[in-house]
């Protein structure tokens, strides 16, 4: 609604300055500029956020016990756990993990709506590590200008070198990108002295060799590319915002016309706040201009922001001439009314949706993590032979049994059984002699026993009779669990 | 069709020279990667046509420098495999099968091995289930003829079962009373009757009565005074639920009249010792093996110095 007015033509086809459309263009390397702002120092610090999350997270200890890794948050493939600080998951209880990434889908698609693309802008880690690349580039090669000279200068000695030192930098930042990552799937401080030593697993050194070679050659050398064309995710940001949501608006309303200040001395009233200085786009760093509208290329850094409120303040202007704006807000100012309020904005149907699925998603999961047993029987009747006769004219059937304990402790577990007329249960560490209806065994710390699991009734009966299986932790009633089985016996004559 | 080539303006590039209905087709060069990538594929090939097996000739083919087979792969395959086994196998052999229940994780190895082995040797007539079938014995129940402890399972597998040429079988042979006429048929449907009601499977009659006097006469000498059989001699028990042949009253006549019995080889000499060993081992732990006499014999101090097993399974059965 309303996009045809507010935005006005400034992506069409006919403002661009070269109108020749070609199918295939070479990159034109971006070299963004130096720029201080409050957006610039914000992206420092969540830049500084993120990298530290990145890096120390492994290296956080959690005391588990004796029995489980005191690794905070472990990926262990090996041994198919996955261990998050007081929460341990085994492999059948993945849909938690499949829960925090619909969480973490739904908390994007409640960000973009409300902020846009800020994910873009600040803490994806393409952007992060392009940011990191591009400070690289300016500390070995200078600022802009001086790049871009660079880049344009035969290859010499001098510039061979330069660009050796500055890609053995990347490979340097690129190999500890990969390396900080495979300490999440093992220990970490045991790992670290494995790597060096040569005794880590091939996948660990295939993983840090394919994560260098992936971040040297999209962060040192893809960049924008990576956001503009392979990313999925600016397409379906795209379809997930609207009028409401906040994204970098140049407000050409009051820029256009733009002119320098030259030209405005000297016809006053004939142009707008533009000064035409060009900045916006030379701090850009996926190099595009933001005042041809909003387009895929603009990650909502806002470095621009930055850029041209430095440019008003030097011209004495008033700030904000490239702004955080939502559609609406920018209709209304165009119209010369005030902002609608940022209550407004932010508490609306969509984003008061999004929270509340949020929410229940998390809360549900919460309240899963909180309720889930941690102990589990599964049994599995014996298929050939279906029932065995014994000597006394009773029928024994067996069963295989599994008594999982997600606990890190070794429990003691007491497997029952459920109406069966006249029948004893055993394993196969005992025997049918004093045999009962009920049988304890201890299963080690977070593991699964297997047992094989006899029972026995008279040979007088149906031919198929249900019952189950159960399992309780002796320590405590309340932890049990159970499995429904069936009983066979011979065919009566 | 104009056969003169001609170079395309636009592209620069020449044309392949055929023209169709104005149609005509350039002669775009292969790109340079493209080209590369053959001749490399090309030295490639050269190297693999050397190195590995590849022409083939009337009877083989070129052998290639590194000698390499399938079956010669698969071949060090095993022999990887079996040297991995070998402590396992030597560890086998020199416990003693009366302590075996006392290393549970040598035990389940020799049980996992059994598993293998009963597949290949001894699902031809136990069933893969090891359940047999009228002739053959269950293994998993809990009546056995010769014995099911593990030594004496072990003892049937080496020395096999009715082996004419082999002194340490185990041997006996039901005289066959209606065919050689010792017993006349009268005399036999009187002896299936008590035989029947020792399991209970028909009540007390004359003719049981009559049958009970043959019984003692004929049968009581392998099968005991009270029909519980002897596993000296491999003579079933017939007071329980199970037999061989069947407790019908036309399988009794038939087992009586023309004696029936089976014969297992001695695996003694077809299979090596922790072969048979694990097969003990697994036909014990199918659900009716038996206590060993022997294991109380055993002190705590072995069983101390076996160290906890694989799998920590504590304690057995609890009465309720």
Request: charged share 20%; hydrophobic share 40%.
């Amino acid at each position: 609604m309303g996009l045809e007015t507010s935005v006005p033509v400034m992506n069409n086809p006919e403002n661009f300055p070269d109108p020749e459309v070609r199918l295939y263009e070479k990159r034109k390397a971006v070299h963004p500029q130096r720029i201080d702002g409050k957006f610039r120092r914000l992206k420092w610090v969540i830049m500084a956020l993120t990298l530290a999350v990145y890096y120390i997270t492994p290296w956080i200890r959690w005391d588990r016990g004796p029995y489980a890794p005191n690794q905070a948050v472990l990926v262990d493939l090996a041994n198919r756990r996955f261990y998050m600080f007081g929460i341990e998951i085994w492999p059948h209880e993945f849909y938690y993990v499949a829960g925090l990434l619909v969480m973490a889908g739904i908390g994007l698609f409640l960000l973009t709506s409300a902020v846009g693309r800020a994910w873009c802008g600040y803490a994806c880690p393409q952007t992060v590590w392009t940011d990191v690349f591009q400070h690289v580039d300016r500390f070995v090669d200078g600022d802009r200008n001086a790049r871009m000279r660079l880049d344009k200068a035969p290859w010499t000695a001098h510039k061979t070198v330069r660009r050796l030192f500055k890609w053995s930098i990347y490979l340097f930042i690129a190999f500890w990108t990969g390396g900080a990552w495979i300490m999440y799937f093992a220990d970490a401080p045991t790992l670290v002295v494995d790597f060096w030593t040569g005794q880590a697993a091939p996948v660990a050194y295939a993983s840090v060799a394919i994560l260098t070679a992936t971040t040297f050659i999209f962060g040192g050398f893809m960049r924008e590319q990576v956001c503009i064309y392979m990313c999925p995710w600016p397409r379906i940001q795209t379809a997930m915002m609207d009028e409401n949501s906040l994204t970098v608006t140049y407000k050409d309303w009051r820029g256009e016309p733009r002119g320098s200040l030259k030209k405005a001395e000297a016809h006053p009233g004939s142009f707008g706040d533009c000064v035409d200085c060009n900045q916006c786009v030379a701090v850009c760093p996926t190099g595009i201009d933001i005042r041809e509208g909003p387009q895929i290329g603009c990650i909502t850094c806002a470095l621009c922001i930055d850029a041209c409120d430095r440019v008003m303040a030097q011209v004495g202007r008033p700030r904000g001439l490239i702004d955080y704006a939502t559609l609406e807000d920018s209709e209304l100012e165009m119209a010369g009314k005030p902002h609608s309020p940022i209550r407004k904005t932010l508490f609306r149907p969509r984003t008061i949706l999004y929270t509340s699925i949020w929410c229940a998603i998390g809360l549900a999961m919460l309240f899963a993590l909180g309720n889930r047993t941690r102990i589990d029987i599964s049994a599995n009747h014996d298929r050939n032979p279906v029932y065995v006769q014994l000597a006394d004219g009773h029928v024994r059937n067996s069963y295989t049994v599994n008594l999982r304990n997600m606990e890190n402790r070794p429990r003691e577990m007491i497997i029952g059984m459920t109406a069966l007329e006249g029948g004893v249960i055993w394993s196969n560490e005992g025997s049918r002699e004093g045999a009962g209806q009920r049988l304890t065994t201890t299963v080690s710390a977070d593991s699964v026993a297997r047992l094989r699991v006899y029972v026995a009734a008279p040979g007088t009966g149906p031919e198929r009779e249900d019952f189950a299986l159960t399992v309780t932790a002796a320590d405590d009633p309340e932890a049990r669990d159970i499995d429904e089985v069936f009983f066979e016996r011979p065919e009566t004559d | 069709m104009s056969e003169k080539k001609r170079v395309d303006e636009p592209t620069g590039t020449e044309t392949v020279g055929h023209e169709w209905d104005g149609i005509e087709e350039l002669d775009t060069p292969m790109p340079r990667w493209w080209v590369w990538t053959f001749y490399a594929t090309i030295i490639w090939a050269i190297g693999y046509v050397i190195l590995y097996p590849a022409i083939p000739l009337v009877n083989s083919a070129t052998e290639g420098v590194f000698g390499w087979s399938s079956r010669g792969d698969y071949a060090m395959q095993v022999a990887a495999r079996e040297k991995e086994l070998e402590p396992i196998r030597q560890a086998l052999v020199s416990t003693d099968i009366r302590k075996l229940n006392g290393s549970p994780e040598l035990l389940q190895q020799a049980i996992e091995g059994g598993r293998s082995a009963f597949k290949v040797h001894c699902v031809q007539c136990h069933g893969s289930g090891a359940a047999g079938s009228a002739g053959y014995p269950n293994l998993n129940d809990d009546d056995w003829l010769w014995g099911g402890d593990l030594e004496a399972i072990e003892y049937t597998l080496i020395h096999g079962i009715r082996n004419p040429d082999h002194d340490n079988t185990r041997f006996s042979q039901m005289p066959a009373f209606g065919r050689d006429g010792i017993l006349q048929p009268g005399q036999i449907a009187d002896l299936v009757s008590f035989v029947r009601t020792l399991s209970g499977k028909e009540k007390s009659s004359a003719a049981a009565g009559r049958g009970a006097g043959l019984f003692a006469e004929n049968c009581a000498v392998c099968h005991g005074p009270d029909g519980k059989g002897s596993r000296d001699l491999g003579a079933p028990n017939l007071t329980d639920a199970i037999s061989l042949y069947g407790l019908d009253r036309a399988s009794l006549t038939n087992t009586i009249t023309n004696s029936r019995y089976g014969v297992m080889p001695r695996w003694g000499q077809r299979l090596d010792p922790a072969t048979i060993r694990m097969l003990a081992a697994y036909v014990h732990s199918l659900g009716g093996g038996e206590t060993l006499p022997a294991l109380e014999d055993v002190s705590e101090d072995t069983l101390d110095q076996v160290g906890d097993g694989a799998r920590n399974i504590g304690t057995g059965n609890e009465q309720s």
